[in-house]
Structure formats: structure tokens, C-alpha cells
């Protein structure tokens, strides 16, 4: 089995590497190419990676390139981490908006929108090289923002599915509040990439009995911390909320919060400058626990599960994945794409039944999937009305003088990377 990670370079790299080795007998990977154009960065890599397979006793073969055609060529699954413009580019998605009073955000609100414009085309180049490398290689996309990344790659008709880390965050996290390992807990997970709740917590599978309500009367303190939240929050909503959803849920507060601190892109830019060091240490042989604050926990086991189900190896028979809607959700459009549980193999995913969505969360589901739309439009056909048509439809941005402003600000801020500006 040969899979291509394209920006092999991350610093995330680490940890997908860690999950490849201990996981092995889940996915059997013969040969697996890190691919990255930041020569410096994956030679770093590079090494780490390899000396973590020699430590944990993998024979599969590590290779780094910057030649994407070559990279591709023979995989059976293409995993894409990017990240077009880099950390420069996201200190100012998370900066700018905050400008007009609106959350500054790598993937949602105006600093979203930016990140989609500039990641789209780049992604759909890649994946028709996939294409015609191997046809039947599936692509499994990490790079956000992941729901619209992810429906352009399915409207080109490309063998895609998209993965965040959300979903087994909580799974891990509930399993430890509730005594019993991961395998047992199944999520009832609904909504959008950054956009979900946790409907029900049940053990042993989807028929299995749901301790949702058990687990927020025990442990709503403990959730709500993590999340942020007010706790008495949690008891009326009678959900799990993603953290991302604190962004709608206390906005204003979230702004205010942004203004005095530095931005998440500065924190992180400082500890990948540490990582990559660390990572030049002919002696370190395994992920260092720095990375851990990196982001993306578990991301290797979400990785590794999804491309075993996808290549017919011994994958978990149902996970969250990000997929066509096709019906699962009824109010919305058989080509949105939606996060939720699917019965994933190699023939792709299919989502499971969701019972009917309280209209507290539907309606905002249905906004930003219309909002999701014309995004993708405007990051395929390009020009400013419709990105001020997609600002204005957002709803953490809906005035019209916000929208114009952010317009503004995108364009002068992304130029680089719009062909159309």
C-alpha cells in the first residue's frame, strides 16, 4: 500500500507518523511519500518520521519529494494537510476581521472565507494530478475549511471524503468521564465541518443505549469547562455543542476576548519555530509532547481508521466523516456536505439516518450551508460581489457594512493569491 501525504512538511506530520507506526496492523502502509515544496521544513520531517518507524519496528519505506506528480503516482490514498499562504496568512484571517467587530478565525467568519478562496483552487489542481495518476485513489481531506474544501473536491467528481479531528476529540473525551475505551462509545454527531452538536452518546453502536443525559448530569461541569460554555447552557440546549460553536453562542464576548490577546497564529508560528528544532535532533525519535498543544489530538487515529475503511482493511465500521448530504438532512440540498456518522468501506461513505434536527440547530445549519455555497462559488468563479454576497449571508458578519468593509479587507489582504484581483 502506498499513501502520499501532501504537506509532509507540517509539524502536524509528527503525530500522523506516530499513528502510522502503532497502528500498523490497522493500516499495513509499504511506502508512504511526504510531499511539501518548503524543502527545509521537510527534510526536518523527513528525518523524524523515519526514525519514528525504525523506532516501533516499521518496514514500511519513507520517502520526501517536492515533485507532486511523482508524489501521487501509484498511491492508493492521498491525505492533504495544506495550507496555502502559511502562517503569515492566517495571522491576518484571524486579525483583520476583528477590525469591523467580527471574530478573527482561520475557519469561519470573514478569516474563513479567506482561507476557502485561497485553498480551493490549489486543492482541485492536486486532486485532478491525483486523478490521473490513479483514478482509484482516494483523497481524504484534512485541510480547512473542510466542509467546503471538500464539497468542491465532490462537485469535480473526485474520489474525496473529509476528516476533522472534532468528532474522536469527544469520543475520547466521553469515554474517559464514562470508564470504557473509545471502541465503545458511539457519538449520534450532526451538522457541518466546525459546525456540530453531540445528539447522543451510546455504547456498543448506533442501537446502542444513549447516556447523554447521564453524562451531562454527572459531568456538564467538566464539558461545559472544556468548551467554554456556561454549564446551565448545556442543561437547556440538552446537547454537546463543538467548541467551535462558541463562536455563535457568545460572539461578542469571543471578540472582546481576541482584542487582548495575540492571535492564535502567533502562538503557533512561535511553537513550530520550537517543533522544527526539536525535530532537527538526530536523537529525538518520537513525537515530543510539545506537539500535543500543536492541535489536531487524535488525528492520526481519525486518519488511520478512515483510510483502512477506504482501502478494505479492518477500518471501524462507522465514523464521522464529512460526505454528500443526499438526503440524510432533509432541509438541506442532496449537495451539501454535512459531518455526521457514516457505514464507511471501500465504496465510500454512507451516512447514517439522523432523527429529525431540533429547529434551534437546523436553522443555523441551513444558513451556513447557504452561506458554504456561495463561498465555493465565489472561490471557483472569483470577483468581489461574490464574496461580499457570500460575507453578507454569513451569520457572524449579515450587515451590509460589514460585508462591504471585509470585502475590502479580504481582497487587499489575499491579492497574492486571487488571480482574478
Same mark, same amino acid.
Given at each position: 500500500?502506498?499513501?502520499?501525504?501532501?504537506?509532509?512538511?507540517?509539524?502536524?506530520t509528527p503525530e500522523l507518523i506516530d499513528g502510522f507506526a502503532r497502528l500498523r496492523e490497522t493500516l499495513p502502509i509499504e511506502e508512504l511519500v511526504l510531499v511539501d515544496p518548503a524543502a527545509d521544513r521537510l527534510?526536518? !520531517?523527513?528525518?523524524?518520521?523515519? &526514525?519514528?518507524?525504525?523506532?516501533?519496528?516499521?518496514?514500511?519505506?519513507? +520517502?520526501?519529494?517536492?515533485?507532486?506528480?511523482?508524489?501521487?503516482?501509484?498511491?492508493?490514498?492521498?491525505? =492533504?494537510?495544506?495550507?496555502?499562504?502559511?502562517?503569515?496568512?492566517?495571522?491576518?484571517?484571524?486579525?483583520?476581521?476583528?477590525?469591523?467587530?467580527? !471574530?478573527?478565525?482561520? +475557519?469561519? @467568519?470573514?478569516?474563513? =472565507?479567506?482561507?476557502? $478562496?485561497?485553498?480551493? %483552487?490549489?486543492?482541485?489542481?492536486?486532486?485532478?494530478?491525483?486523478?490521473?495518476?490513479?483514478?482509484?485513489?482516494?483523497?481524504?481531506?484534512?485541510?480547512?475549511?473542510?466542509?467546503?474544501?471538500?464539497?468542491?473536491? $465532490?462537485?469535480?467528481?473526485?474520489?474525496?471524503?473529509?476528516?476533522?479531528?472534532?468528532?474522536?476529540?469527544?469520543?475520547?473525551?466521553?469515554?474517559?468521564?464514562?470508564? !470504557?475505551? %473509545?471502541?465503545?462509545?458511539?457519538?449520534?454527531?450532526?451538522? $457541518?465541518?466546525?459546525? +456540530?452538536?453531540?445528539?447522543?452518546?451510546?455504547?456498543?453502536?448506533?442501537?446502542?443505549?444513549?447516556?447523554?443525559?447521564?453524562?451531562?448530569?454527572?459531568?456538564?461541569?467538566?464539558?461545559?469547562?472544556?468548551?467554554?460554555?456556561?454549564?446551565?447552557?448545556?442543561? &437547556?440546549?440538552?446537547?454537546?455543542?463543538?467548541?467551535? *460553536?462558541?463562536?455563535?453562542?457568545?460572539?461578542? /464576548?469571543?471578540?472582546?476576548?481576541? &482584542?487582548?490577546?495575540?492571535?492564535?497564529?502567533?502562538?503557533? #508560528?512561535?511553537?513550530?519555530?520550537? *517543533?522544527?528544532?526539536?525535530? @532537527?535532533? %538526530?536523537?529525538?525519535?518520537?513525537?515530543?509532547?510539545?506537539?500535543?498543544?500543536?492541535? @489536531?489530538?487524535?488525528?492520526?487515529?481519525?486518519?488511520?481508521?478512515?483510510?483502512?475503511?477506504?482501502?478494505?482493511?479492518?477500518?471501524?465500521?462507522?465514523?464521522?466523516?464529512?460526505?454528500?448530504?443526499?438526503?440524510?438532512?432533509?432541509?438541506?440540498?442532496?449537495?451539501? !456536505?454535512?459531518?455526521?456518522?457514516?457505514?464507511?468501506?471501500?465504496?465510500?461513505?454512507?451516512?447514517?439516518?439522523?432523527?429529525?434536527?431540533?429547529?434551534?440547530f437546523a436553522g443555523l445549519v441551513a444558513n451556513v450551508t447557504a452561506y458554504e455555497e456561495l463561498a465555493l462559488q465565489a472561490a471557483l468563479r472569483g470577483g468581489r460581489d461574490r464574496v461580499f454576497r457570500a =460575507?453578507? /449571508?454569513?451569520? $457572524?458578519?449579515?450587515?451590509?457594512?460589514?460585508?462591504?468593509?471585509?470585502?475590502?479587507?479580504?481582497?487587499?489582504?489575499?491579492?497574492?493569491?486571487? #488571480?482574478?484581483?
Open positions: 500500500m502506498k499513501l502520499t501525504v501532501v504537506g509532509g512538511g507540517s509539524t502536524y527534510e526536518l !520531517v523527513g528525518g523524524l518520521a523515519r &526514525r519514528i518507524f525504525a523506532k516501533q519496528g516499521h518496514g514500511g519505506r519513507i +520517502t520526501t519529494t517536492a515533485d507532486l506528480d511523482a508524489a501521487v503516482e501509484g498511491a492508493d490514498a492521498v491525505l =492533504l494537510q495544506l495550507r496555502v499562504g502559511g502562517q503569515a496568512a492566517r495571522e491576518k484571517d484571524e486579525t483583520w476581521p476583528l477590525e469591523c467587530g467580527c !471574530v478573527g478565525q482561520e +475557519t469561519t @467568519g470573514a478569516g474563513g =472565507l479567506a482561507k476557502a $478562496l485561497r485553498t480551493v %483552487p490549489v486543492v482541485l489542481d492536486i486532486a485532478e494530478r491525483v486523478r490521473r495518476a490513479n483514478p482509484r485513489a482516494w483523497i481524504i481531506d484534512f485541510t480547512n475549511p473542510v466542509g467546503i474544501v471538500t464539497r468542491a473536491l $465532490l462537485e469535480a467528481g473526485h474520489k474525496a471524503v473529509g476528516l476533522c479531528n472534532v468528532a474522536i476529540g469527544f469520543q475520547r473525551k466521553f469515554a474517559g468521564l464514562l470508564g !470504557v475505551t %473509545p471502541a465503545d462509545v458511539h457519538l449520534d454527531h450532526v451538522g $457541518l465541518n466546525h459546525l +456540530t452538536w453531540e445528539t447522543g452518546v451510546r455504547l456498543g453502536g448506533p442501537e446502542g443505549e444513549n447516556l447523554l443525559p447521564k453524562l451531562l448530569a454527572d459531568h456538564g461541569d467538566t464539558v461545559a469547562d472544556d468548551l467554554r460554555l456556561p454549564r446551565p447552557l448545556l442543561d &437547556r440546549l440538552g446537547v454537546v455543542p463543538s467548541y467551535y *460553536l462558541r463562536y455563535y453562542y457568545a460572539h461578542d /464576548a469571543v471578540v472582546r476576548e481576541l &482584542r487582548t490577546k495575540p492571535s492564535r497564529a502567533a502562538e503557533v #508560528a512561535a511553537m513550530e519555530k520550537e *517543533l522544527l528544532a526539536m525535530y @532537527g535532533d %538526530p536523537a529525538l525519535d518520537e513525537k515530543p509532547e510539545l506537539l500535543a498543544k500543536r492541535g @489536531g489530538a487524535y488525528y492520526s487515529e481519525a486518519a488511520v481508521d478512515l483510510a483502512a475503511a477506504l482501502l478494505g482493511g479492518s477500518g471501524s465500521p462507522y465514523q464521522v466523516v464529512n460526505t454528500l448530504n443526499r438526503g440524510t438532512l432533509p432541509f438541506l440540498p442532496d449537495d451539501a !456536505v454535512i459531518e455526521v456518522q457514516a457505514a464507511v468501506g471501500p465504496t465510500g461513505p454512507v451516512p447514517l439516518p439522523v432523527p429529525e434536527v431540533d429547529p434551534l =460575507l453578507l /449571508a454569513h451569520p $457572524l458578519i449579515g450587515q451590509y457594512e460589514y460585508a462591504e468593509a471585509l470585502t475590502d479587507q479580504l481582497v487587499a489582504h489575499n491579492r497574492e493569491h486571487l #488571480a482574478w484581483a
